[in-house]
């Protein structure tokens, strides 16, 4: 089972900063790697497949990097909506589709 | 508009069968794979498994010996059951497409998930 581990586990910055976001994978994935933002009492919602694709209608402040076993999403600079937690998914080696554990971005 | 909706009981006692259903609505059911997810409180994410109207499925190992998912194409729903339940399986379930691009599946569209507290 590939396991994903994110960092950090919360990250709290100002509005208008940039967020970085990171995921490593316990082996290579290659590019297949997705990312979902959650808000609170809601479902998860797709941002961004293929490690860095992003879905239509996603604000162009955020994007996808990595490839292998190292990712970043980065919010180029962030806004009060942006406050929720991020999680990682491999798609590479499954079943099972494992996740990461999420990073929680708090705006100050 | 596609919409997934949950719906099963909210409460079921340990050592018996969890059953939810989810609805499909506005989309073409027999083109995508449907999977459940599951999240404890305050916790993250566990992928239970896919199913398509083919009959092909796909379980998480880890709850292979407990999960059954089928789906009935004259109601537009698929259906997860999960046997002898502990407090552990406590959590919000929900059910997503999963979609494919050239290259990778991935979730595009979930339900609003539905609640299953295991207490007696």
């Known amino acids: 089972e590939i396991v994903l581990t994110q960092s950090p586990a919360t990250l709290s910055l100002s509005p208008g900063e940039r967020a970085t976001l990171s995921c490593r994978a316990s082996?290579?994935?290659?590019?297949?790697l997705a990312w979902y933002q959650q808000k609170p009492g809601q479902a998860p919602r797709l941002l961004i497949y293929d490690a860095s694709t992003r879905v239509t209608g996603l604000p162009a402040r955020f994007s996808g990097s990595g490839s292998g076993t190292d990712f970043t999403l980065t919010i180029s600079s962030l806004e009060p909506e942006d406050s929720a937690i991020y999680y990682c998914q491999q798609r590479h080696i499954w079943p099972p589709v494992t996740f990461g554990g999420g990073t929680k971005v708090e705006i100050k | 508009q596609v919409q997934l909706r949950e719906s099963g009981p909210g409460l079921v006692k340990p050592s018996e069968t969890l059953s939810l259903t989810c609805s499909i609505s506005?989309?073409?059911?027999?083109?995508?794979?449907w999977s459940w997810i599951r999240q404890p409180a305050g916790k993250g994410l566990e992928w239970i498994g896919r199913s398509h109207t083919s009959g092909d499925t796909h379980y998480n190992p880890s709850l292979k010996s407990r999960v059954t998912m089928s789906v009935d194409t004259s109601k537009n729903q698929f259906s997860l059951t999960l046997t002898s339940v502990t407090a552990a399986d406590t959590a919000v379930y929900y059910c997503a497409r999963d979609s494919q691009s050239a290259t990778i599946w991935y979730f595009d569209l979930w339900g609003r998930g539905t609640l299953v507290l295991v207490s007696s």
């Open positions: 082996q290579n994935v290659y590019k297949l």
């Open positions: 506005g989309d073409s059911f027999n083109r995508h794979y």
